[in-house]
Structure formats: C-alpha cells, structure tokens
C-alpha cells in the first residue's frame, strides 16, 4: 500500500513538473513570436533590440509589446525617457540626437522612474506605445469625449478620438504598468484610422517583450 502511494505520488510531481516546463516553453515561444516581427524592423541606433538593453533590468520584465497591428510597419525603433531631474538635467528635457539618446545606460536607474516609448512607422501613420511603470493619473480636457473599450481580460481603456490623433490609455492588471497609446494620422482622408476593435485586439496581442 505504502509503495503505490509513493507511486502516486511521485506521478503527482512529474505531472506538475511537466505542466511547469510546458508552461514556460510556451511562454517563451510566445515572447518571440510577439517580438521576432517588431525587433527586425530596424537596424538603426534606435531599433527596439538595442534600446531595451538601456533599459532597467526590472522595466524590461514587465513591457509589453503588441504581436498584432492593423496596419504594416515599416519601422519599429524605441526610446528611453527619465522622467526625474537628476542634476537639473533630465533626458526628457534635454536635446540630445538619435545615437546620443540610444546610447545612454539607464540600467542602474529605480524602473519606476524610467519610461519606455516603442515607435512604430507605416505608411502616413505613427504609432506611439509608451509604458509608463510610475503611477499615471490621465486629465482630459473634455471628460465627456472619453470612451471606454472593453478588452477580454475583464480591463478596459480609454479612448479619445481627436480625428487626425486617437488616443488610446489602458492599464495592464497583470503588470500595473499603464501604456499611453497615440495614434497619430497623416493622411487627409484618416484611411489608416484604427476602429475601436482594431484598438482591443492591438491590446489583446500584447505579449512580454522579451
């Protein structure tokens, strides 16, 4: 009796060990298949791969980046902002050019103190996903303009649509970082506008960076 038990239950822990396994390999796969598209856009200075080395260790597990676009992207790159005045001087606030800002080391800056901005380019039309892991609080000038889109994992996000620019601001429940998404059109006629379902399943493709 007492061997069929420890049979049991050393089945019991290769069942669990192998779900484990199972699960993190998935997830791995996931996590390339969310970013392999995005971090081959670009090989310049400030393409995503390069930047998010800058980036706090901490930060870097918790961004998020969409595995699905409704439109084609001709460039995907990235940028970090530091968004407290160290010195009087403050990235943000200072003018600094492309090779410059990718070349600056945030690794050793508190992640909260540090946005991450992903960049992505198409055809009259840009998309700015910034990950904000401080605590966000959004005003809007016309409250009443806001819309709330519904996403599957039960959050939802706000939306603003100003014609030319949509603005799109949604909190991740599973992470708490809070991603402020700007739609910006270039084309007289709007062709490339994002419809609210485009917007949640952009959202709902988010995966971890790497």
């Not at 996931?30 to 901490?58: C, L, Q, T, Y």
């Not at 970090?80 to 001087?89: A, E, N, P, T, Y």
């Amino acid at each position: 009796m007492m061997y069929k038990k420890s049979l049991i239950i050393i089945g019991v822990i290769l069942l669990i060990a192998v779900g484990l396994y199972t699960y993190s390999n998935n997830r791995t796969v996931e996590k390339k298949a969310a970013i392999s598209d995005n971090m081959e856009k670009s090989s310049s200075v400030n393409s995503i791969d390069k930047i998010i080395k800058k980036a706090p260790p901490k930060l870097v597990e918790l961004l998020k980046t969409p595995s699905k676009l409704p439109f084609k992207v001709h460039k995907a790159e990235a940028e970090l902002h530091d968004i407290v005045f160290r010195g009087g001087k403050s990235v943000t606030k200072t003018k600094l050019n492309d090779e410059e800002r990718a070349s600056r080391d945030m690794t050793s800056l508190p992640y909260k103190e540090v946005n991450f901005e992903q960049i992505f380019l198409g055809d009259e039309i840009n998309l700015s996903i910034l990950a904000q892991p401080g605590n966000v609080e959004t005003i809007y000038g016309e409250p009443t303009d806001v819309k709330k889109i519904h996403i599957k994992d039960g959050s939802s996000a706000d939306y603003v649509d100003y014609d030319f620019n949509q603005n799109v601001t949604w909190k991740d429940p599973e992470t708490n970082i809070t991603y402020l998404i700007d739609i910006t059109l270039y084309d007289k006629e709007r062709k490339g506008r994002f419809s609210e379902q485009e917007i949640a399943e952009m959202i709902e493709s988010f995966k971890y960076i790497k």
